[in-house]
Each structure stands twice: as structure tokens, then as C-alpha cells.
């Protein structure tokens, strides 16, 4: 049941952040189906490999894709339980999703394009980066709940105080920000740039095409409703009753879509040798965090 919820909430997430954008910046904009029309697209249409590519660029968007289907499956959404959930999924939770970016760096790698050598080298520094705060936030929730899982960290996480209001407002902060670098959007990098000296994520798939696009943008529409829903349920657990839960849950993620569209559409790209200070002041977050809660 979490997993089609996610998977659901990936349909639209994009399509509305696009569509927040262009309400901020005063045009009608596309429709927020737009982004799975594209896929739709794609889906009709052959894929082209260079002869100089090998087996790892053909596998690297099918593995890319499935890794984060099956990260999707750890993650739980409230009561409901994950698919797979067991004691610290939350460490096969990050891993599953590097093995995916791993194949996605080297089948970049693969074309042998010194533009997609770039980028896998920025995409894999950021990751690199970014994985202590996640690991620091969530072990920091597992030591103030006594657990090691997603479903029983935040099915014991409640609302006591105005400390654990201040701890879920971080955690919530720093989880929606590692959501943005992991999918390579503001203000660590611009998916609408083409000038490839700038570009992360975008530079490392120019070679790819029809079907294997497709799964890599779906992959991309279903980690900004993975990260999201971590955010839900930092919030959900409180509740009880289904609907609520599921109300909860598509309010949520609406709300974690509008932000990303306002901060895309209000903030700048940082500079790239800026965006590792950034990084690791999440980092700090997480650690101010885990200070906190000890």
C-alpha cells in the first residue's frame, strides 16, 4: 500500500512543481501531466547506443530505475507498512539507492564523454557529501526512539513538547534538502541549464534515449515522493485514523512540491565550488540534531 502511494504521488509531483514555477513567474505553464505525457513518449520510442559504449550503458537505467523501486518498498506511510521493512533498512535504504547512482555514474562514464565524466565527478562528490547527514539524521531518530527501522522510528516518534516540534522541523529541513541535491535541483544544481560546463545530473544522461530515459526521469519523479514521504512521516504518526493518514499524505507531499517549485523559481544556483559548504552545513544540522536529542 506505501509503495503505490508513492508511486501515485510521483505521477504529479513534478508536474506541479513545474506548475508552481510558472504561476510564480506569471505564465499558464503546461499541465501538471505533462512531465508523465513526456515518459509516455519516450516510452514509444527506440533507444540509440553508441558503438562505442558497452553492456554497463544498457543496464545502468534499467538498475538506476529499479533501485529506486525498491527503496520505494522499504519506506513505509504511517500505519501502513512497507513491503520490506525489517531491523536497519534504513542503511539498505541508502545503499540500494547508491548501488543505482553507481551504475548511473559509470554508465556515464561508459560513453567515454569527458562532459559526462564531469558530472558523474560532481554527482558522486555531492552523494559522497551528503551521506553523513542522512545517516547522522536518521541514526539521531532511531537513538531518541530506541528503534532501527522506518516503520517503528516513526511510529514511535510523537509530538511532546516544543523540542520534538523543533526536531521534526529540522529533520523535515534537512531531509527536503538532501531531496533536492540527490535529484540534482536548487540550489545545488538547475535542470533547465544546457551550458555543460554547469550541469550535474543532466549532463551524465545526454546520451540516453527512449525507453531508458523514461525510466530515469520516472526514477527522478520517484524520489522527490520518496524523500517526501519520509517528510510524511515525521508528521503522520500522531494519527490514526486511514483517511486522515492518506489525507495527510497527498497534503504533505502537495506542500513539499510547491516548495521545491518557490525555491526553484525564487533562489539562485549556487556557485559549484559553494555547493560542498552547503552540503555540509546539513550536515551540521544533523549533527546539532543528534546533540540535541542525546
Given amino acids: 500500500m506505501s509503495f503505490l502511494l508513492i508511486l501515485l504521488a510521483s505521477f504529479i509531483f513534478t508536474g506541479i512543481v513545474i506548475r508552481t514555477k510558472s504561476i510564480a513567474q506569471g505564465r499558464k505553464g ?8 513526456d515518459i509516455f513518449k519516450l516510452l514509444r520510442k527506440g533507444s540509440v547506443y553508441s558503438t562505442a559504449s558497452s553492456w554497463i550503458f544498457k543496464v545502468a537505467p534499467t538498475l538506476y530505475f529499479a533501485s529506486v523501486v525498491v527503496a520505494c518498498m522499504v519506506v513505509p506511510v ?8 525489517f531491523a536497519g533498512d534504513f542503511i539498505f535504504f541508502a545503499y540500494v539507492l547508491g548501488f543505482g547512482k553507481f551504475f548511473t555514474i559509470i554508465g556515464a562514464l561508459d560513453t567515454a564523454s569527458s562532459f559526462e565524466g564531469m558530472g558523474s565527478a560532481r554527482e558522486a562528490l555531492f552523494s559522497m557529501l551528503v551521506e553523513p547527514a542522512f545517516f547522522i539524521l536518521i541514526g539521531s531518530l532511531g537513538l531518541l526512539t530506541g528503534n532501527t527501522s522506518f516503520a517503528d522510528i516513526f511510529a514511535q516518534f510523537h509530538f511532546e513538547g516544543e523540542i520534538s516540534y523543533a526536531i521534526a522541523a529540522i529533520a523535515a529541513f534537512v531531509l527536503l534538502m538532501i531531496c533536492m541535491i540527490e535529484n540534482s535541483r536548487m540550489p545545488v544544481d538547475d535542470p533547465k541549464t544546457h551550458l555543460e560546463l554547469t ?37 503522520i504518526g500522531a494519527v490514526s485514523e ?13 506542500v513539499c512540491a510547491i516548495i521545491v517549485g518557490i525555491i526553484e523559481s525564487f533562489m539562485a544556483r549556487y556557485r559549484m565550488t559553494h555547493n560542498a559548504q552547503f552540503i555540509l552545513v546539513l550536515t551540521s544540522l544533523a549533527l546539532l540534531l543528534y546533540f540535541g536529542i542525546k
Avoid: C, R
Fill in 199 to 235: 550541469m550535474i545530473h543532466e549532463v551524465m544522461v545526454l546520451d540516453n534515449s527512449g525507453v531508458d530515459m523514461a525510466m530515469i526521469h520516472q526514477a527522478t519523479n520517484m524520489k522527490f515522493a520518496l524523500y517526501s514521504a519520509l517528510i510524511v512521516n515525521l508528521f
Fill in 30 to 37: 503546461p499541465s501538471i501531466w505533462q512531465p508523465m505525457y
Fill in 242 to 254: 486511514t483517511w486522515m493518514q492518506l489525507a495527510m499524505f497527498f497534503g504533505i507531499e502537495l
Fill in 78 to 85: 504511517g500505519q501502513m507498512g512497507s513491503a520490506i521493512g
